[in-house]
């Protein structure tokens, strides 16, 4: 492991201990039910510099809480190149916007129901 990958990891373990009120909430919500797989938070991706929020490694499937950083100019810089890349070795990327946590919880679980019964497929 090289240096710059150590610190891509201590960035990860960084921001699993200081998530924000939209992530904290995703978190509880998803661990308050059962979906049958396992869902880590703040996960540097194999073969990846990209640290997603959250990761499903059964399903290969990647959660990313968008919140208002997430801009359109923003998002073409960075969240669609690393969606595509991600998406080239087989990765799904699910965005969710942090407003829709606490907005309409019930909608964001039926998403993430969706996305990880349509992995397992």
Not at 53 to 76: F, M, V
């Amino acid at each position: 492991m090289t240096s710059n990958c150590y610190g891509l990891y201590k960035l990860a373990r960084w921001n699993r201990r200081h998530m924000n009120s939209s992530e904290k909430n995703f978190y509880t919500l998803i661990h308050a039910h059962n979906l049958g797989v396992k869902i880590l938070s703040q996960h540097v991706v194999n073969g990846f510099r990209y640290i997603v929020d959250y990761w499903c490694p059964s399903r290969k499937l990647a959660i990313e809480i968008d919140g208002k950083s997430h801009t359109n100019q923003r998002r073409a810089k960075h969240d669609i190149p690393e969606d595509k890349a991600l998406g080239s070795v087989g990765i799904r990327v699910l965005r969710i916007p942090a407003e829709k946590i606490t907005q309409n919880p019930e909608g964001v679980l039926a998403d993430v129901k969706k996305a990880v019964d349509d992995e397992s497929s």
